[in-house]
């Protein structure tokens, strides 16, 4: 019996996360076929600025080898991009001009990195930061030349500098908000990672835009040129100023697209047959830019196309996390909160640590941590399960561990505190009120007045760490 044909553009995170989630639930209900712009197997964006530091290698960073298209049947079509849908037909129409009919057909496209509409932006030298050839070719121009020049402190641009610096360029970045990262960080911990970045070596330029790119007599480009007139000599431009939606493909097949391909809660676009996933889908007017989102995409997705489908994507909560080895730092939902919300912030200069959270009605709705992000997964549990947290306000900045340790200290204080009084009253009219506790009960009560201490210091030390309620 022929099985129904499913066709797949894009062999990137989402789709092929789908695949996987497809595989498991109904292994066997689709013909499947996968069209891929890249002429590589699936493989770990994510990883690319740990392949950039020279933390990993590319082979490293693969998903799902050619085996595994293998086992499962799948026909791949490497280095080939669609260039067209013909939704009358059922067919797509790939760049060397073959066809493929499909029964349904899974649009995973992501996105392509925005490039800004300034004159040099097409000379040899500048670049984007998206894919396994743009980090292939940074890691080629570090082995030649010596002056990078980032456009962007976000996100990608930092990893960039970060792994080019790592290799031995001179790195600037030049951002044109007044903070990096201003979109997951507040001034205060984007001001933390500032002061790190420069100390290991990496230049900046804030509140700066970038007017022109200039060449080289060899044509290739030579220095950046910002709007206060400041030019700065660079022998490489990576561009991450942002990324937008893939939905060139859709948009000219009559889907209806708005910021992205738009999509039902089941992942199925304006035309039935058709479901799209990942960067490239605009849901309930949010395009995501991060993984975990797409991967509760393809999880609902799936079941649908299995026709299994009752779940629905309902949106996600999203969480950064910057892959700068030796830098810790994390930012989830929404850290700027209304005036009206509760703001709770501690911020250890000495130490560099920084934690920040925002509460309405009781419950957590973002934080920012800087140096310190042990109690990271905790605080995004609390923030998706929508839990009533007042009463555990203390532990939201100081982390879950204090609250039990200082419960465990009192207990042991408390046992410590009987044990002196037992033997006090053994030692009888003998004590002249100098009585010690013997070394263990000395110890005991040194854990408490030291764990004690230590939060005490947290909340009232005006020197270095500030517990703010506003
Ligand atoms: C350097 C870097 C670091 C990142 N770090 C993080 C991180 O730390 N945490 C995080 O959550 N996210 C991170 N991201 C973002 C994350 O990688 C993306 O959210 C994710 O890869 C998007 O998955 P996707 O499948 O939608 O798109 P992609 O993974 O981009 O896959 C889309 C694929 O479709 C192909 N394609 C496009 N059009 C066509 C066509 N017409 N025909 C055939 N093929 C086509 C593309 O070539 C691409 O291979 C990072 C991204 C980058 C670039």
Request: hydrophobic share 45%.
């Amino acid at each position: 019996m022929t099985r129904p044909k499913l066709v797949v553009v894009g062999n990137g995170m989402a789709g092929i996360r789908t695949l996987e989630h497809l595989f498991q639930i109904a292994p066997e209900r689709f013909d499947v076929t996968v069209f891929g712009a890249e002429p590589h197997p699936n493989y770990n964006r994510i990883l690319l600025s740990p392949v950039l530091a020279g933390e990993m290698t590319p082979p490293d960073i693969v998903l799902n080898g050619l085996d595994w298209y293998a086992q499962h049947g799948i026909r791949l079509h490497l280095g080939r991009a669609i260039v067209a849908i013909d939704r009358l037909r059922r067919e797509v129409v790939a760049d060397d001009g073959s066809r493929e009919r499909y029964d349904r057909l899974l649009l995973a496209t992501g996105s392509t990195p925005f490039v800004l509409p300034v004159p040099g932006r097409d000379l040899d030298g500048v670049i984007s930061y998206r894919d396994l050839h743009d980090t292939e070719t940074m890691i080629r121009a570090a082995g030649r030349f010596t002056r990078a020049l980032v456009i962007g402190g976000g996100l990608l641009g930092l990893e960039a500098a970060n792994g080019l610096a790592r290799r031995g360029m001179a790195v600037t970045v030049v951002h044109l908000m007044p903070w990096l990262m201003e979109r997951q960080l507040d001034a205060v911990a984007a001001g933390m990672l500032c002061d790190a970045l420069r100390e290991r070596g990496i230049d900046f330029r804030l509140a700066a835009k970038t007017q022109a790119l200039h060449a080289g007599p060899d044509g290739r480009v030579a220095a950046v040129e910002l709007e206060s007139g400041e030019r700065l000599a660079a022998d490489l431009v990576v561009m991450a100023v942002g990324i937008r939606p893939n939905i060139a493909l859709a948009q000219a097949a009559g889907l209806h697209c708005d910021r992205g391909i738009v999509v039902s809660d089941t992942l199925q676009t304006f035309d039935p047959r058709i479901y799209a996933v990942g960067e490239c889908v605009a849901h309930r007017g949010v395009a995501y830019g991060l993984v975990a989102p797409l991967y509760d995409m393809a999880k609902v997705c799936a079941t649908h196309l299995a026709g299994v489908g009752l779940g629905r994507y309902q949106g996600s909560t999203t969480a950064t996390k910057l892959k700068v080895t030796g830098i810790d730092l994390f930012s989830a939902g929404d850290f700027t909160g209304r005036p009206t919300d509760e703001h709770l912030s501690l911020h250890d200069a000495e130490d560099g640590v920084y934690r920040k959270v925002v509460l309405r009605a009781g419950k957590l709705l973002g934080c920012v941590m800087y140096g310190e992000t042990h109690s990271a997964p905790w605080l995004m549990d609390l923030m998706n399960s929508r839990a009533d947290v007042s009463a555990i306000r203390d532990a939201l900045l100081f982390g879950r561990d204090v609250e039990t340790a200082v419960e465990r200290a009192q207990q042991e204080a408390q046992a410590a505190r009987g044990s002196a009084r037992a033997r006090r009253d053994a030692l009888g009219d003998m004590d002249d009120g100098n009585a010690r506790p013997a070394r263990g009960e000395q110890d005991h009560s040194l854990a408490t007045g030291g764990i004690a201490d230590a939060r005490d210091t947290r909340a009232s030390e005006p020197r270095a760490m500030q517990l703010k309620a506003a």
